[in-house]
C-alpha cells in the first residue's frame, strides 16, 4: 500500500507541475484521479498529456492541423529517451520538441483560435473545441458534437460506422480593392449574405450567369481576405498591371464590368478608366483585414490589447460585407479617394460603427479605427495576409481557395469555386470521430 501511495505521489506531482506551468484547457477543476490534462500549444493546436505511476514519462499527443501537429507527434518518440527527471514537465517538452509552450493562464478562452467555429462558444457542456480541422487554409477549432451536427445536416456528408465525412464548412474570398471584378464578387457575396438587397428588377436576370448569379451560402462559412496585389504581382513575375499594358485590354475592363454592375441593380459604374484607378488601397486593405478579425478583436487593440483574431457570427460577416462594398462603391461610382482616412472614416463610421451600436457590441468610432489600422499590429497582419496569398499560389484577384487548397481566379469562376468546395456526395473531405 505505501509503494502504491508513493507511486501516485509522484504521478500528482507531475500533474501539479503540469497546472503551475502550462496553459491547462481541461479539465477545468480537475480531480486526484484525473491523471491526465489537454495543454494549449499555441494559437492552432494542443496536446494531451497523460500521467501514469507505470511510466518515467507521460505520454504526449498533438492535436491540430497537420503541418502543425505532424512534425510535433514525430519528435515526441524522443521523450522516452531524452526525458529528464531533474526537470519540470514544460522544460522537457520544449527542450526535446524545439518549441515554446504558452504559460497558465485562467483566461484563456479570450484566445479566438480556441472558439468552436460554428456555435461560437468556447466549451459545449464541459467540452472544448478540440476537433482541428487538417487544413492549414483553415485550421479552425470545433466541438465534436457540433460538428458532427453540422456535417449530418449536409447532402455530402458520408457516414461509415462513427467516422462522418464531410467538407470544411469555411471558404476564402481574396480580394483587393483596385480590382473591379473583385467588387462584382463582393456584390454577388452580400446579396447571397442578405437577399433581401436583391432589387427586384435584377432578381430574374442573374440566374444562369457566371458573373452575376448569387452564390447559394447556406453550405458555407465565407471568409473575407483582403491582401494587396502588388507583392503578388511581384512573386508571379509580372512587372505591370495586365489591364494596363494593354490598353484596348483596359477599356474592355470597364465596359464588361458596367454590364455586369447594371445587371446586378447597381447602374452608374464608370465605361472607362478613371484617373482615381488603380487607388491607393493599402489604408483600406489595412482597416478590412482589422475587422475581419471579428468585433472581439477590434476591440481589445482598442483597449491595448494584441489577442488573435476569432471567428465571425452571421452578423459580424454580414457587416464585413457591406463595409467591403460600400469601398468600391465609393471608389468606383462616387470617385472617392478610399487611400484617405477621412473617406474611410466616414465609411466606418455609417457601415461599421453604426450597425455594432445597434448590436450592442459598440466598435470605436471611424477616425480611431483607421489611427488603428495604421499600426504595427495590423500592418503586420495584413503583410502576412499577402504572404498567405503567394504562398497559395495567387496572381490574381479576386480568387478563392478551398479547404483542400484548391485555388479559383477571376469572379466567373465563383459558382465553380464553391461547387468544389461543396462537391456532389460520396467524396470524402474533413472527417470527425464521434462514439454516439
Known sequence: MVRICLRMGESWRVLDDIDGSLQVLQPQHPRRHDLWRRVAVGDLASALIEVSP????????FYGPASIAGPLNSRARDLRIEWDGSQGVKDNLERVLGIELPGPSTVYQEDGKIKCGICLSFEDDGNIADQVCT???????FHRQCLIQWLTTKEDTRQSYSTYFGKCPYFSFWFEYASPYSMLTALRLLYALSPQRVPLTAAGLLRGSP???VPDLSKT???YRPFSLGPVFKAAGQVSLPNMSVPIKGKYLFHDVARSTDMLGQPGFPQ????NWPPNSAMAGRLTWMLAQGFEYVKGLSAGNQGPGGVLDLAETKVVAEFVWRVYEAQFFAIK?????????????LYVYQPSKADGRVLPEGLVAVELAQGDVVRAGFKNSTQ???????????????????????NDRL????????????TSGFSAKANL
Request: aromatic share 8%; proline share 5%; charged share 25%.
Open 54 to 61: 507505470d511510466r518515467y514519462h507521460p505520454k504526449v499527443v
Open 135 to 141: 487544413s492549414d487554409q483553415c485550421a479552425q477549432s
Open 211 to 213: 458573373s452575376c448569379e
Open 221 to 223: 462559412k465565407i471568409v
Open 272 to 275: 472607362q478608366r478613371q484617373e
Open 337 to 349: 479617394d478610399i487611400g484617405s482616412a477621412e473617406v474611410l472614416a466616414n465609411l466606418w463610421d
Open 388 to 410: 498567405e496569398a503567394v504562398d497559395s499560389g495567387l496572381f490574381g484577384a479576386p480568387s478563392f481557395t478551398t479547404e483542400d487548397g484548391d485555388m479559383y481566379w477571376g
Open 415 to 426: 459558382l465553380d469555386a464553391l461547387a468544389h468546395h461543396h462537391p456532389t456526395p460520396g
